[in-house]
């Protein structure tokens, strides 16, 4: 099955600074590729996602590249604000209806003004 | 659009009891609802997969004559915790999915619901 490896665990940033999360998964299956932003006390909201077919996703801030090659992902985050301060987690799902996501460990983002 | 609901947000409840959780899609039919567990500073655990009209699909290690799942509708399935014990204690999110364009899902997430079982 599906594994969905996510690094790093926690990441510091100052307010302006850009921060990277990266994902790498092991099901060549695998072609839909979203990443949700979880506050405390929250569930998963989606904030950006990819599919096999396009190589980068770009929205206002927020950018997400594949390389299904390596099979792997990231989420690019510019001028970050304080209130980008949350856990982030990436997920890799087959192309079959009804089939649930995998999810990664997840990132802690902690913005600093 | 694409809202999904929960209800309730916060429940306490007494060992030995039973707890029922909604989940609603608001504003699209759900192909497909999911039940993830989410311990503290975890990831989410899936629990079980839930289609109009059949049988949930649990994941191995999930009892299910503990978490009983109801798919009523295609906006509404709902959790029960029978015979809750302290363990249980967790943070329940659901998701539905809605088919987007021909091949691909797209999940969309409850606000969660905090059971804590005294």
């Known amino acids: 099955g599906e594994n969905v490896e996510q690094h790093p665990s926690t990441l510091s940033v100052q307010e302006g600074d850009s921060a990277v999360i990266k994902c790498t998964y092991s099901?060549?299956?695998?072609?839909?590729f979203p990443w949700y932003k979880q506050e405390l006390g929250k569930g998963p909201q989606l904030i950006i996602d990819?599919?096999?077919?396009?190589g980068e996703k770009k929205d206002q801030r927020i950018a997400v590249t594949l390389n299904k090659t390596a099979k792997h992902f990231s989420l690019h985050i510019t001028e970050t604000q304080p209130e980008d301060s949350a856990v982030y987690f990436c997920a890799a799902s087959p192309n079959q209806a009804g089939t649930a996501l995998i999810f990664g460990k997840g990132t802690t983002l902690s913005v600093s003004s | 659009g694409a809202v999904v609901s929960q209800h309730p947000s916060r429940v306490i409840c007494k060992s030995g009891t039973s707890v029922k959780i909604e989940c609603r899609s608001l504003d699209f039919q759900a192909t497909t609802m999911f039940w993830y567990r989410q311990f503290p500073k975890q990831s989410l655990m899936l629990m079980a997969t839930?289609?109009?009209?059949?049988?949930?699909?649990?994941e191995q290690g999930v009892e299910k004559d503990k978490f009983l799942i109801n798919h009523a509708s295609l906006t509404l399935s709902t959790l029960t915790v029978t015979s809750a014990h302290p363990e249980d204690s967790s943070f329940y999110i659901c998701s539905a999915s809605r088919l987007a364009g021909a091949f691909y899902n797209e999940q969309f997430f409850g606000p969660g619901t905090r059971l804590t079982v005294l």
């Open positions: 839930s289609n109009e009209g059949s049988k949930a699909t649990y």
């Open positions: 990819i599919r096999s077919n396009v």
């Open positions: 099901d060549s299956a695998s072609n839909y």
